[in-house]
């Protein structure tokens, strides 16, 4: 069984703009949200 919680090293880093929008995807269908604020 893999422990998920045994590993030696972590790697965190930046994404570009370019990196964002390929995974980006869908689209507003309601034109409330685009302004929304909590």
């Known amino acids: ?3 998920v919680n045994a ?3 972590l ?3 930046l994404a ?3 990196d964002i ?3 980006s995807h869908g689209e507003v ?3 409330e ?3 929304y604020r909590t």
């Open 33 to 35: 949200t685009i302004n």
């Open 29 to 31: 269908k309601k034109p």
């Open 16 to 18: 570009t703009a370019e």
């Open 11 to 13: 790697r965190i880093g």
């Open 21 to 23: 929008r390929s995974w």
């Open 1 to 3: 069984m893999l422990d």
């Open 7 to 9: 590993f030696d090293k």
